[in-house]
């Protein structure tokens, strides 16, 4: 299926497909405000144990490691098992994760509790976009993954909030404690879906084989897109959550004023979310849509290192790339979920999953050996430049979206 030709918009939903999104929407966001609350709480638990910034940076990665080897079977085990026996077994496994730190402080323990998030989070994430897909398809897929999305977002925003709130009232173990429990509603929600998603999955185990993967996306365009979005939204959303505070912080901007400009563009995804579907409609259609947020994203990056101490000129890129980031993530699961057969989802939404951990890892790391052999200023705009010509050359090349208008 093209990104552009979209069921009409009274294509009927699946049974209970409301229930379900809420179940699902709901079992996330506990998971992510967990998961966010861990990713304060880890680097404060390095340093209280006394270790070097180097290796900080070594443990904050390391819940991105394992999902980029396993992510695709992953995807095969959800098809087998089912949805909501995963999301439950991932639910456990976050709250296991910061548990292993609280009972065995010691840096080991915090590369185990990384690593045991790291797979779980990936366990829920493949699971819950699995169950979403399948509720409806066209413009109600896009309004279900606004939404979904949404809600995920205001997990993010509220993580770091709620953790730093428990580390300067409280203690680092405070935060970890609760991230302990916190998970546990995803848990008892998955309880509560329908029988549809309480089924099992029939996929074949050849879904979920590396080699099937790799000949599904050199055949599928619309597999292509979807990914070529995603990591080059995510490349740039990483960089800019884990170095525009280093830049500002050089440019002696003061944190709370840098913890904004981030609760700006999360804000900003969130509403967004809200009206995706209008705003593609805006844009009009899918590939026009893609494009726009691809130059606006990548065009942000790119003018941010320019920016400066120009405070309002940041805040205005902040919002643009919250505005492209929201769109071009539920956008990219759309596109997917109606590119690929029901069976083949799990194991294609893991591919997704492990293109984003990938971009998660190499962006951070592109930048701070761009940063250390010039400035900032010029690491952004390379890397921004670049993303976008990448990205323009792949739209030439490969002409998925010229053979899409054809088809119409």
């Known amino acids: 299926m093209t990104t552009e030709a979209t069921p009409a918009p009274d294509h009927p939903v699946a049974p209970n497909a409301l229930r379900n999104l809420v179940v699902v929407s709901l079992c996330l966001t506990a998971a992510i405000l967990a998961n ?3 990713v304060l709480a880890v680097p404060f638990k390095a340093i209280e144990l006394g270790v070097g910034p180097s290796l900080v940076g070594v443990i904050i990665s390391a819940p991105y490691v394992l999902p980029m080897l396993l992510a695709i079977p992953m995807g095969g085990l959800v098809s087998r098992i089912g949805c909501q026996k995963m999301i439950i077994a991932g639910a456990l496994g976050m709250a296991a994760g910061p548990g292993v730190t609280l009972l065995l402080p010691s840096v080991p323990s915090l590369f185990a509790t990384q690593a ?7 366990v829920l994430i493949i699971s819950a976009q699995t169950v979403v897909s399948s509720l409806a398809s066209g413009k109600r897929l896009e309004q279900f993954f606004g939404w979904y999305t949404t809600c995920l977002s205001g997990g993010q925003l509220l993580g770091p909030i709620l953790s730093g709130f428990l580390i300067d009232h409280f203690s680092v173990n405070a935060s970890l404690t609760a991230i302990v429990f916190v998970p ?4 008892v929600g998955a309880l509560f879906f329908s029988r549809e998603v309480r089924r099992s999955g029939k996929a074949a185990r050849s879904k979920a084989r590396y080699r ?4 599904l996306l050199r055949s599928n365009p619309g597999m292509q897109t979807s990914i070529m979005l995603t990591v080059t939204a995510l490349f740039v959303l990483s960089i800019h959550s884990s170095f525009l505070p280093v830049y500002l912080e050089s440019l002696s901007l003061a944190a709370s004023s ?7 563009r999360a804000i900003s995804s969130m509403a967004v979310r809200l009206a995706m579907s209008r705003i593609i409609d805006l844009c009009g259609g899918r590939n026009r849509a893609i ?11 790119t003018v941010t290192g320019l920016a400066g101490e120009h405070y309002a000129l940041l805040v205005v890129l902040a919002m643009i790339i919250g ?5 071009s993530q539920p956008l990219s699961m759309v596109i997917l979920s ?3 057969q029901p069976e083949q989802r799990p194991a294609s939404m893991a591919t997704r999953l492990m293109g984003n951990r990938g971009a998660q890892m190499l962006g951070p790391v592109l930048i701070g050996f761009l940063a250390d052999v010039a400035n900032f200023t010029v690491a952004f705009a390379a890397v921004g430049s670049v993303l976008l010509v990448v990205f323009m050359v792949w739209v030439v090349r490969s002409g998925v979206f010229s053979q899409r208008a054809a088809a119409q």
């Open 258 to 264: 840098i913890g904004l400009l981030l609760s700006i």
């Open 323 to 327: 505005v492209a980031g929201g769109i």
């Open 338 to 340: 109606e590119s690929v």
């Open 291 to 301: 494009l726009i947020c691809i130059v606006l994203i990548t065009g942000s990056l």
């Open 116 to 122: 045991i998030v790291g797979l779980a989070n990936m």
């Open 184 to 187: 546990l509603i995803s848990a």
């Open 36 to 38: 966010t609350m861990l």
């Open 212 to 215: 099937d993967q790799w000949r």
